[in-house]
């Protein structure tokens, strides 16, 4: 989902994207938009996803205005990217794209276009 929303997003020119498969809460200040990506284990987010959503609270770290977005893939009830999505907007006043992209198991073709529709909807955004 990552590498369709990266790919997605990497349509809109001067748009810089970069893919990481974990950040540190003090590089975030460096981005227009956030798409943080939580898959659904126990009707919640991992502790990785949670963990990191702590350490940017803690930290202070100001991501006030910046974009912000949800994907995650599930089995069958998905809350981690509602959850993630909610941290964003009500706690770290980030403006959210609504509602999180949420694929079940894989991402089949179909899926992939959506991901790749959101990577281009969030650089739009970034672009103004
Ligand atoms: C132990 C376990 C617990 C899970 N709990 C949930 C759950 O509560 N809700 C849900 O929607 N999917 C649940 N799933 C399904 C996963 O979200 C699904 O397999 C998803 O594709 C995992 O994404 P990942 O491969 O990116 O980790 C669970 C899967 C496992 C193995």
New binding site residues.
């Given amino acids: 989902m990552a590498k369709a929303i990266a790919e997605g997003a990497r349509t809109a020119q001067e748009v810089e994207v970069e893919l990481k498969p974990r950040e540190s809460p003090w590089s975030l200040d460096s981005y227009d938009a956030i798409l943080i990506?939580a898959?659904?284990?126990?009707?919640?987010m991992?502790n990785n996803i949670e963990k990191f959503l702590e350490e940017v609270a803690f930290h202070k770290i100001n991501l006030k205005n910046k974009i912000g977005a949800a994907f995650?893939?599930?089995?069958?009830?998905?809350?981690?990217p509602r959850m993630v999505l909610e941290v964003l907007e009500n706690k770290f006043e980030m403006k959210v794209l609504k509602p999180p992209l949420l694929i079940?198991?894989?991402p089949d073709e179909e899926g992939l276009e959506e991901c790749r529709k959101l990577g281009k909807n969030v650089a739009e955004q970034v672009l103004g």
């Fill in positions: 990506g898959p659904t284990y126990q009707h919640t991992t995650g893939s599930y089995g069958w009830s998905g809350e981690a079940k198991y894989m």
